[in-house]
């Protein structure tokens, strides 16, 4: 892994790999850019592959502030900035979709390509924003062990443990090693978010959509949301919310498709 120190003083972690035309993939909460492992061999043959590790999470440094998906999207603008990448395609998994999105926004001109991964521009509902609340709350009194073995099972399709178990594992492993205020700034961040579903529906570059059809944490229809001659979706048929882990070969499939037509 390298480091990376931001304009801001954020330290990111990140791994590199390949050559040619950025693609930077960006993973979920309480994950790392080790999610990504399945996908590094089967992409950094025709493509630079960058994964860093967000603000609070993996290797990356826990600033002492208020977390908000803008901020992680300009934690990711001086990135490319430490990284010498003028535009790249920029790919978010589920957390990591909504910083792709705020980044959008913020900076479309940096963008060869976007795509979210098991990811929503739909904003959370009320309940949703009252689990966060109590997901803060229970790391807060009880650590980030229960919160995680309790996340844990959700992110796979049903039945994924027997088929995974290696996955299953390092997933666990990879949540574990989250620092608490990390992911409790991160929920925070979550809640708060913005609707985003007006960005998605306007932007002029490629755009790609994958969703798990066992996906129980993001239902497909919430991420296919947008239409369009620009617009790639792609239905991951045996997948819960980890494609990146539960069908490796057809989420880099459908991403190397998608970065040939860019």
């Keep these: 892994m390298k480091k990376a120190v931001l304009q801001n003083g954020v330290e990111l972690a990140y791994d590199d790999r390949g050559t040619g035309d950025a693609v930077c993939l960006v993973h979920g909460f309480c994950g790392s850019s080790a999610y990504w492992k399945k996908l590094f061999p089967r992409l950094e043959k025709s493509s630079r592959v960058l994964a860093p590790d967000l ?105 994924a443990l027997s088929r995974y178990p290696e996955e299953w594992e390092r997933v666990k492993q990879v949540g574990l090693q989250t620092p608490p205020d990390g992911a409790i700034r991160t929920l925070e961040a979550m809640r708060e978010r913005a609707d985003r579903q007006h960005v ?37 048929a045996e997948a819960g919310h980890m494609g990146m882990l539960e069908t490796p070969e057809k989420m880099a499939d459908a991403i190397k498709q998608f970065l040939s037509n860019i």
Excluded: W
Aim: glycine share 10%; with cysteine; net charge negative.
């Design 55 to 159: 603000r609070g999470h993996g290797g990356s440094s826990v600033p002492d502030e208020t977390y908000t998906v803008e901020k992680m999207a300009e934690d990711l603008a001086f990135f490319m900035d430490e990284t010498g990448i003028e535009k790249m395609t920029l790919l978010g998994h589920s957390l990591g979709g909504y910083v792709a999105l705020a980044f959008a926004e913020r900076y479309p001109d940096r963008l060869s390509a976007m795509g979210l991964i098991h990811s929503t521009a739909f904003p959370d509902d009320e309940q949703a924003k009252e689990n966060r609340t109590k997901g803060m709350e229970s790391i807060r009194q009880n650590g980030i062990e229960p919160f995680i073995k309790a996340l844990v099972p959700k992110l796979f399709a049903p039945g």
């Design 200 to 236: 998605l529906r306007k932007l002029a570059c490629p755009v790609l959509l994958i969703a798990g059809e066992q996906d129980q944490i993001i239902p497909a229809d919430k991420t296919f949301t947008a239409d369009g001659a620009n617009v790639t979706r792609v239905l991951l």
